[in-house]
């Protein structure tokens, strides 16, 4: 599939931001992973002195399949008038990556990625050389996978591997119907003979 960037990037598929009404008060742009560092310096140098937000979204079917998202914010320098003060300039920056590619931490740059690149690389495995303390911050240490990626499965990876009750419909147990007890017996009947086999 062509790809809709101006410069279009060989071999890559309709970037979904170019496919949205535009933003007017940011400027898009897409980078390659191997120019990222360069563009963000850039971007600091010329007055981008906040970075508001780090993201990454899953594109599960395309190439490349992760997006990793930058929001800047450029501020007046000098002292500015009421219409200025509101008009600050933004920059959206998309850097494309694949599964198990790496991007260049921005820690150093901008402070406030620090939590940011965490939670990308705990969310979605991404992982970000040069980072101090690259390590899980909102789910458990001995967690498996990174879920908000589309293909992580639906109950936990753990609880995949467990099997599920017979009797989970429960369309034939008429509302109000008080527990039996039975149901967890069955249950732990079934777990003790799927482990036994």
């Known amino acids: 599939m062509p ?17 949205r009404p535009p933003i007017d008060d940011a400027a898009i742009e897409r980078v390659q992973p191997s120019r990222l560092r360069e563009r963000l310096e850039a971007l600091k140098r010329d007055g981008c002195a906040i970075l508001l937000d780090l993201g990454a979204v899953d ?3 395309r190439t490349p399949r992760f997006d990793v998202v930058y929001h800047l914010l450029k501020l ?12 600050p300039m933004r920059t ?4 494309g990556v694949e599964r198990d590619e790496h991007l260049p931490s921005v820690m150093d740059l901008w402070k406030s990625a620090d939590w940011a690149e965490r939670e990308v690389y705990d969310l979605f495995g991404i992982v ?13 240490r001995d967690w498996e996978g990174h879920p908000l990626r589309k293909d992580y499965p639906m109950r ?3 609880r995949e591997r467990a099997p599920r009750p017979a009797f ?6 008429v509302a109000g119907t008080p527990p039996t ?3 967890l017996e069955a249950l732990q009947e079934q777990v003790k003979r799927a482990r036994e086999s």
């Open 168 to 173: 989970a419909n429960k369309s034939n147990v």
């Open 59 to 61: 594109y599960l079917r």
């Open 156 to 158: 936990g990876p753990a």
């Open 181 to 183: 007890g039975r149901t």
């Open 128 to 140: 970000f050389d040069g980072h101090a303390d690259l390590r899980r911050i909102q789910m458990p």
């Open 3 to 19: 790809s809709t960037q101006n410069p279009p990037i060989a071999g890559a598929a309709i970037d979904p931001p170019s496919l």
């Open 92 to 95: 959206r920056l998309l850097c």
């Open 76 to 87: 007046a320098p000098v002292r500015a008038g009421v219409a200025e003060v509101a008009t």
